[in-house]
């Protein structure tokens, strides 16, 4: 059974930072393309950021380019969102996903997704 468990959510006031992370059980994190995405209250699930299996390739959301950093532990087991100049529009739950689609223009979901941590940015 696949599990996906994000952590590192919370409250930061605008042009704070929060970095969140990502484990998963039941499936390979460091060979299978991984991802991140948000949701805000009435709107769509968006990608924000994706990195494949190898590395080599990654995706951002033109929203988040610049200020957001995808990337992965060095024990290959954790995935994190390294979130820098925080905006209120950043604030939305984010979910990890296993197994994305993706490619260096576009990022989908998957599967197998977590059950997301809220961040939410003050004014």
């Known amino acids: 059974q696949v599990q996906v468990v994000e952590s590192g959510g919370g409250l930061v006031q605008a042009g704070g930072s929060l970095r969140l992370s990502c484990t998963t059980s039941?499936?390979?994190?460091?060979?299978?393309?991984m991802g991140w995405f948000r949701q805000a209250p009435s709107k769509e699930r968006e990608g924000v950021a994706c990195v494949s299996w190898s590395g080599r390739t990654t995706y951002y959301a033109d929203s988040v380019k610049g200020r957001f950093t995808i990337s992965r532990g060095n024990d290959g087991n954790t995935l994190y969102l390294q979130m820098n100049s925080l905006k209120p529009e950043d604030t939305a739950m984010y979910y990890c996903?296993?197994?994305?689609?993706?490619?260096?223009?576009?990022?989908?979901?998957?599967?197998?997704w977590g059950q997301g941590t809220q961040v939410t940015v003050s004014s």
């Open positions: 996903a296993a197994k994305v689609p993706m490619g260096t223009d576009y990022c989908r979901g998957s599967d197998y």
């Open positions: 039941g499936l390979p994190l460091d060979v299978n393309n």
